[in-house]
């Protein structure tokens, strides 16, 4: 069977950053989905699974009710690995198009404060695997480390 693009992705070198994973066209429109990788794959623990739950429900609800993107995204959630996150938008885009969009995201994640939305057990289907301290530590340390000062490195898959 032949593999999936994902699974093409020389993960032994890849480095946490921002990468298009992917660009479909859907009838008229191109939708691009991007990588947010937030571990090195393979080298350091992975997130756990209460923060990324987390961080899912904070960055969905952010993205969604953003003033300038909100129409153009389609789907934020995480990776199987628990290495990040897909992020899926309407529009031929490139890491540096959304790179203030993810600054502000994970701001709002490492700022946020009181009830994570959606976090109930009529609204979620496992509410309590949430943890909003960890999540807040990941999303500033995603920040400080990597998308303040990106390379051209952290935006182009390895080879």
């Not at 996150?85 to 993810?102: F, K, M, V």
């Not at 959606?118 to 500033?140: F, K, S």
């Amino acid at each position: 069977m032949k593999k999936i693009p994902s699974f093409t992705v020389n993960h032994l070198t890849l480095h946490r950053g921002v990468y298009v994973s992917r660009q479909d066209r859907v009838g008229d429109e191109l939708i691009t989905t991007f990588d947010i990788r937030m571990k090195a794959p393979n080298r350091e623990p992975a997130l756990h699974v209460n923060a990324i739950h987390a961080m899912e429900h904070l960055a969905a609800t952010f993205l969604r009710n953003h003033p300038t993107w909100a129409e153009r995204v389609i789907y934020w959630g995480p990776m199987g690995c628990l290495t990040g996150n897909y992020l899926i938008l309407r529009g031929d885009l490139t890491p540096r198009d959304i790179l203030p969009l993810l600054i502000e995201t994970f701001e709002f994640i490492a700022a946020f404060e009181g009830d994570i939305p959606g976090a109930t057990p009529r609204d979620c289907g496992n509410y309590q695997l949430m943890d909003l301290n960890i999540a807040r530590w990941e999303a500033e340390k995603f920040l400080r480390e990597v998308l303040r000062h990106i390379t051209d490195e952290r935006m182009v898959y390895p080879e």
